[in-house]
């Protein structure tokens, strides 16, 4: 009964793969980001979907490519993956109109060699 | 647009006494301040938010305190015990900026027996 899931939760390869991130929440939230946490911890928005709408879209390279198939599922699919890739991203959700609260998943580890 | 300094970066604290974290924000249109703690190996969790209609709100052994005047927040744990030890981030958002969350880098306590 998890409410935000990833998977996978560790994901290693080379640079130049390309490689997707699958988030799912059963909150029933109308929206969902996604979110980069770097080694010195710092998060950083990366992009948000409200009901499978692209609401947000930070200055993000654009080999990455958010998808939302509906508003349950957020993924993001990474091109040409470079060393600076490296980082646990997060996804999130937050019920619309509400309270702000966002859920986070429990991450993915992301290391590019 | 908002930028969230946050201080200290790390905090050892003996079982039993009190920890304090601040945080200031730029952006005098900011009106919602959550904290969120992350665990090891974990997501970010909300713990206690407060919004700019009120001064302080408090949550059993937590406690947050917000001076829209000088732009600061601070977030106040009393009795710490050793589970308290983790990564808190603070994060100021606008309201109708469909939850655009900035944090603060965040502050490792460590609380010790």
């Known amino acids: 009964d998890t409410a935000v899931s990833q998977t996978p939760k560790y994901l290693v390869t080379q640079m130049g793969n390309d490689k997707s991130i699958k988030c799912e929440q059963n909150?029933?939230?109308?929206?969902m980001y996604w979110y980069k946490q770097d080694s010195k911890k710092f998060l950083k928005i990366m992009f948000s979907?409200?009901?499978?709408?692209?609401?947000i879209n930070e200055t993000v390279p654009n080999r990455f490519s958010p998808k939302s198939p509906d508003k349950a599922h957020l993924n993001l699919h990474i091109n040409s993956l470079e060393l600076g890739d490296s980082a646990v991203y997060f996804c999130a959700s937050e019920p619309q109109g509400r309270s702000y609260e966002q859920y986070f998943g429990p991450g993915t580890r992301l290391t590019v060699t | 647009g908002e930028n969230v300094e946050q201080h200290p970066s790390t905090l050892s604290v003996q079982e039993g006494d009190s920890a304090v974290i601040k945080c200031t924000y730029s952006?005098?249109?900011?009106?919602?301040f959550p904290w969120y703690k992350q665990e090891l190996g974990k997501g970010p969790q909300l713990i206690i938010d407060?919004?700019?209609?009120?001064g302080e709100k408090k949550d059993q052994r937590i406690a947050v305190t917000l001076n829209k005047t000088a732009k600061h927040f601070s977030l106040h744990i009393t009795e710490t015990q050793p589970e308290d030890s983790a990564v808190y981030f603070c994060?100021?958002?606008?309201?109708?900026?469909?939850?655009?969350?900035?944090f603060g880098a965040g502050t490792q306590v460590v609380v010790t027996p």
């Open positions: 979907y409200n009901n499978k709408e692209l609401i």
């Open positions: 407060i919004r700019s209609n009120v």
């Open positions: 909150l029933g939230h109308d929206t």
């Open positions: 994060a100021a958002s606008i309201r109708g900026s469909w939850g655009k969350l900035q």
């Open positions: 952006d005098s249109a900011s009106n919602y």
